[in-house]
Nanobody, 115 residues
Framework: QVQLVESGGGLVQPGGSLRLSCAAS????????MSWYRQAPGKEREFVAA???????NYGDSVKGRFTISRDNAKNMVYLQMNSLKPEDTAVYYC?????????WGQGTQVTVSS
């Protein structure tokens, strides 16, 4: 049974940091590209960051220089370090695994940036 379980969300003040984690199980994690997306209320789901199975990374324009994605194949984990958070980063953050036509999503974790 494939599972992606996000954690680490919460309430943080502007300028603060959070680290999101995504625990994967039920598939060969090291063979999948991993990414983070987010969706704010009333908006479409937005690409945040991705890390390929080879370790290459890329980021959405709105988070470049502030967020860092990483993966640990030994632990079947993917992380999103978020620094210098802004109110506009408020959203539900989702973890996604993709390989060819196979795609899996987690249930999401809420991040709220507010003073």
């Amino acid at each position: 049974q494939v599972q992606l379980v996000e954690s680490g969300g919460g309430l943080v003040q502007p300028g603060g940091s959070l680290r999101l984690s995504c625990a994967a199980s039920g598939f060969t994690f090291s063979s999948y590209h991993m990414s983070w997306y987010r969706q704010a209320p009333g908006k479409e789901r937005e690409f945040v960051a991705a890390v390929s199975l080879g370790g290459s990374t890329n980021y959405g324009d709105s988070v470049k220089g502030r967020f860092t994605i990483s993966r640990d194949n030994a632990k079947n984990m993917v992380y999103l370090q978020m620094n210098s958070l802004k109110p506009e980063d408020t959203a539900v953050y989702y973890c996604k695994a993709r390989r060819w036509s196979s795609e899996y999503w987690g249930q999401g974790t809420q991040v709220t940036v507010s003073s």
